[in-house]
């Protein structure tokens, strides 16, 4: 299998404080940050790096201030779409969530883990095994790191767990960037030779939540959510992602970053919200 196709996704997005996303920051400087995804199609189907929200949780007004209402000033929003967010944002781009193969969960947070209901029992759901050990034990401290234990507590979930770098699928390495979660993990995919022309590019490295927005990579600024460790110590991971990027000459692509991730998107020829 190779990397024949890349499709970003967008599931909805989150207003924000910028000081959740870069350590220090003024927290009355607010953003509202896409909340992102990646489709990745292999020669036997596709692979989808993260799930987006978990909408009951969202749209039901309980449900929301039981799960969402402390969640350190983040309001989630979803899409403008009667039905599934998930649903909805697959159908936005010409792909059948049926034809998903795998999936792979850069951490358990509920903007990033909430889709999984969509997959469970159907595919196998790629995380780091100190993620979920995290996110399934010592309740409340994860509900209180923005961890729902709903979206992914569900003994149906065929869950390949790992301790470290490991490939996905050909073309597709998980790379651990402990910090912000006490599993996250980013991804490094090479793309094939075809994609590789169009693009003029050899592969991307998406940092998900090790790197937020694109000063976090350009100027090596931590990021202001991190679990049992230091904020200073969520700078190796950016650096060592820069490094990786540089020496293959791959694009290093940030998380949530309002203004690249949209531009990234078009960049690429998806349709987006």
């Known amino acids: 299998m190779t990397v024949r196709r890349v499709i970003p996704l967008t599931f909805g997005w989150e207003d924000l404080p910028k000081s959740i996303s870069v350590h220090g920051a003024d927290p009355s400087i607010r953003l509202k940050e896409p909340v992102p995804g990646v489709l990745l199609e292999l020669d036997g189907g596709w692979l989808l790096l993260d799930t987006g929200f978990n909408d009951p ?64 029992g159907k595919v196998p759901v790629h995380c780091q095994r100190r993620d979920l050990e995290y996110g399934l034990h010592g309740h409340p401290d994860p509900e209180h790191h923005g961890l729902f234990r709903i979206d992914y507590d569900d003994p149906s979930i065929d869950w390949q767990l790992a301790d470290g770098e490991v490939e996905l699928a050909p073309g597709v390495v998980a790379l651990p960037t402990y910090g912000h979660t006490p599993g996250h993990q980013s991804f490094m995919v090479t793309l094939s030779s075809g994609l590789a022309d169009d693009l003029g590019i050899p592969g991307f490295v ?16 931590a990021v202001g959510g991190f679990i049992n460790c230091e904020a200073e110590d969520t700078i190796e991971p950016i650096r060592r992602l820069k490094a990786i990027a540089a020496e293959k000459g791959y694009r290093l692509v940030p998380g949530h970053d309002p203004e690249v991730w949209p531009k990234f998107t078009a960049e690429l020829g998806a349709p987006h919200w």
């Open 57 to 120: 949780l969202i749209r039901d007004p309980w449900l929301y201030r039981r799960f969402h209402g402390g969640n350190h000033g983040i309001e989630a929003i979803l899409p403008p779409v009667a039905g599934d967010s998930v649903e909805a944002t697959f159908e936005l781009v010409g792909v059948d969530p049926a034809d998903v193969v795998m999936v792979g969960l850069s951490h358990l947070h509920n903007d990033h883990a909430g889709g999984l209901r969509h997959f469970a």
């Open 206 to 221: 998406f940092a998900f939540d090790a790197a937020d927005l694109q000063e976090n990579i350009d100027d090596e600024l």
